[in-house]
Nanobody, 116 residues
Framework: QVRLVESGGGLVQPGGSLRLSCAASGSIVSIYSMGWYRQAPGKQRELVATITGSGSSNYADSVKGRFTISKGTVKNTVYLQMNSLKPEDTAVYYC??????????WGQGTQVTVSS
């Protein structure tokens, strides 16, 4: 079994920054990719950013230039640095880990609220 623990969400003013962290533990032989998705009220869950085991990253157009995904120095950790936050970034952010292209695990989610 794989367990994902997320942290770093909270309330921030527009233009502010937050960093989300996710640590994966358990029966992990290898990781295909790690990433972040988000779901705002009344909307579908959407991709924010992913990073593969080889370090290749992918971002949603809405966050390019503002968010940065990176792998931690501790094995099986991933971070999402979020800068220049906007009210429309408000959502529950979910950590996602794929051990194969089709086998995926989800974290419990962390709330990010951008409001003045």
């Amino acid at each position: 079994q794989v367990r994902l623990v997320e942290s770093g969400g909270g309330l921030v003013q527009p233009g502010g920054s937050l960093r989300l962290s996710c640590a994966a533990s358990g029966s992990i032989v290898s990781i295909y990719s790690m990433g972040w998705y988000r779901q705002a009220p009344g909307k579908q869950r959407e991709l924010v950013a992913t990073i593969t085991g080889s370090g290749s990253s992918n971002y949603a157009d809405s966050v390019k230039g503002r968010f940065t995904i990176s792998k931690g120095t501790v094995k099986n950790t991933v971070y999402l640095q979020m800068n220049s936050l906007k009210p429309e970034d408000t959502a529950v952010y979910y950590c996602n880990v794929r051990t194969t292209p089709t086998f995926t695990y989800w974290g419990q989610g962390t709330q990010v609220t951008v409001s003045s």
